[in-house]
């Protein structure tokens, strides 16, 4: 059976050049970084030459750059890190975040470690900043101010910069969740008035279990691992070396071919866009799709139907990969958070699904999704 990805925004494909460029750190170069003989010299030296290839292409310090299991982690790191080590007693974010991050800043609210408000949001998904400066301007409690660059369901970017203008002006701590955009777009963190930034390589063709936290070098925080002196005494545990090399190679080509890439795919979307609209008119395109929005993602509400319900499962019978929601609720019947947050009185009756695209994607595939789903529905 033919097999068709759209979900992207999930995980990528590893490239075949991040693949090469890892290989000798999983063979004959595999010494431990903290070894002071040869093998163990190497393997730092790539290391390093990794830091100071990720912060050039991000306009960072190398000494910001500290490499971690992915996204998660990071945004786990920056949010416990703002409260404990830098004296936030009060938290900012969405309701539509990742759940990285909204499970964490609601633990710390549950826990009593600070106080948590959610900004609004504008009638297509977007953080309303006049919101945002009045729940700033509200308070004096130090604040963290933790929202995504894009959302990883909708696709709706955030005016990364503007949010930050706030936060200095309120002197708020920021840290920005850019799974979704590091790697597709140009990034350039020394621009922006930014604490914290995340990172995960799988979502720009890199491995799986490595990312990214950027750290401000006008801070300080505490290491959220103990015991090794990795990291530079910010993260315990031997480094995930050839992770490490893949995901600064899989950054390189990216970056390399962002403008070719970013204009194809959205192509792709605009293609699916009008393929859908006129074969499926009821159809509800969800967050601000042709505006402000991440040409990698496309959610779509179709009807809900007794045929529709299992829309999901149909497609994946089918051999399409798509999602309801995030990568974390793929294979699960329940209702998207976002979804929900953003359309709760439309929410129960239709059923999201979140097409992805990467460079490996065609208009052909598209084709045949669009005329499997019309026999579907």
Sequence with gaps: MQRIYFDNAATTALDTQVL????????????????IYSYGRETKMAIESARKSVAKILH?????????????ESSNTAIHASVRDL???????????????????????????????FVNLTANGHIDLQHLEVLLSGSSDKTLV?????????????????????????????????????GHYPINL???YIHFASSAGHKFHGPKGVGILYVNE????????????????????????????????????????????????????????????????????NGDVQGNSLYTVLNVGFPLTDKADMLLFNLDMAG?????????????????????????????????????????????EIDFVVDKLQGMI
Excluded: W
């Design 218 to 285: 006008d801070i300080k925080i505490q290491p959220m691992l103990n015991g090794g002196s990795q990291e530079r005494n910010m993260r315990a545990g031997t480094e995930n070396l050839y992770g490490i090399v893949g995901y600064a190679k899989a950054l390189e080509i990216a970056t390399e071919r962002y403008e070719q890439d970013s204009q194809y795919m959205q192509g792709l979307k605009n293609y699916m866009i009008n393929k859908l609209q006129a074969t499926f008119p009821n159809i509800l395109l």
């Design 146 to 182: 933790t929202l995504m660059h894009a959302n990883n369901e909708i696709g709706n970017l955030l005016d990364v910069k503007a949010v930050g203008e706030l936060c200095r002006k309120y002197n708020a701590i920021f840290h920005c969740d850019m799974v979704q955009t590091i």
């Design 20 to 35: 090469d460029a890892m290989m000798p750190y999983m063979t004959e170069k595999f010494g431990n970084p903290s070894s």
């Design 320 to 364: 399409i990969c798509v999602s309801g929601g995030s990568a974390c609720s793929s294979g699960a019947n329940s209702i998207s958070h976002v979804i929900q947050a953003l359309y709760p009185e439309k929410a129960a009756t239709v059923v999201p699904i979140r097409f992805s695209f990467s460079r490996h994607n065609t208009e052909a």
């Design 87 to 117: 004296g936030c007693t009060r938290i900012i974010s969405s309701a539509i975040e990742h759940h990285a991050t909204l499970h964490t800043v609601e633990y710390i609210h549950k826990t009593g470690q600070a106080k948590l408000d």
């Design 190 to 192: 020394h621009d922006i």
């Design 60 to 72: 960072a310090n190398p000494g910001e750059i500290f490499f971690t299991s992915g996204g998660t």
